[in-house]
């Protein structure tokens, strides 16, 4: 009789399982392990439990505002402390009577309490080669910026810009930018040596390049032209980008 092989992968023990290793990062040019605080796969509990979440999170947002301790609250609104904290955590559902108490205490209306969960989340699709092109410093030193899509006010607090970036001519002259936010290059075609800071990082398709866009960058020696890629900046909805 064949002797069986056990399958790592399957009827494992989840008490016994060994938790998997953080994912590793390249950093000028050293491996490090990042932590990731939240998980791209996970699904949000049924609507009911969302919106338990959204009042919570306003009920919080408003008691600060006033600048009123939990304990404050629990007195004007004869709640206990405990129900309180349920409450902002969203781990339970308050009947009408305890929104009203809530409402008169914090001094909104009961219907602010569910401000965000009714608020419309925005999508944009953009066909191929239908994106907007856009003027920007560059533009003149042969750089094609073409918006994918643009979101402006939303629930994340965040702007992203997604642009598609193509340079057909050779210029002597490249433009250094430098902006608030975050930045996320991915090459598609042809090859450049960006700077970023003091940094010169050669990229070919299929490299990447994540960095602070505070510091100066910009194509340093355009190698192979054409070239490709895609550019993401994020920044504060608050801040002009």
């Known amino acids: 009789m064949a002797k069986k092989t056990s399958d790592p992968k399957a009827g494992a023990n989840p008490a016994g399982a060994k938790a998997k290793p953080l994912p590793k990062v ?7 392990r990042a932590p990731l605080t939240q998980n791209p ?9 969302v919106l338990e979440v959204a009042i919570g999170r306003e ?7 006033l600048g009123i301790t939990v304990a404050d609250l629990a007195v004007a609104t004869d709640i206990s402390l405990g129900m309180l904290s349920k409450i902002e955590n969203g781990i339970t559902s308050p009947s009408l009577t305890t929104l009203q108490a809530l409402s008169r205490a914090l001094g909104v209306p009961v219907t602010a309490f569910f401000r965000r969960f009714e608020e419309e989340r925005s999508a944009v ?14 533009t003149r030193a042969g750089h094609q910026y073409n918006l994918l ?15 598609l970036i193509t340079l057909t001519e050779d210029s002597d002259v490249f433009p250094t930018f430098q902006h608030e936010g975050m ?4 090459m598609l075609e042809g090859e450049v040596v960006y700077r970023h800071g003091s940094n010169l990082y050669p990229m070919k398709p299929g490299d990447s ?10 194509p340093e020696v355009l190698t192979v ?17």
């Not at 390249?26 to 490090?32: F, N």
């Open 59 to 65: 009920v919080r947002a408003f008691r600060k505002k």
């Open 26 to 32: 390249s950093v000028e040019g050293k491996t490090i």
């Open 41 to 49: 796969h996970a699904i949000r509990d049924t609507r009911e439990k």
């Open 209 to 218: 390049l994540f960095f602070d866009a505070d510091a100066p960058h910009g």
């Open 183 to 186: 930045e996320f290059l991915y």
């Open 125 to 138: 699709f953009v066909k191929a080669g239908e994106g907007l092109d856009v003027e920007r410093r560059g």
């Open 149 to 163: 899509g643009h979101i402006g006010s939303n629930t994340s607090g965040v702007v992203v810009e997604p642009y």
């Open 225 to 241: 032209l054409p070239m490709r890629y895609l550019s993401i900046i994020c920044y504060p909805q608050n801040s002009a980008g």
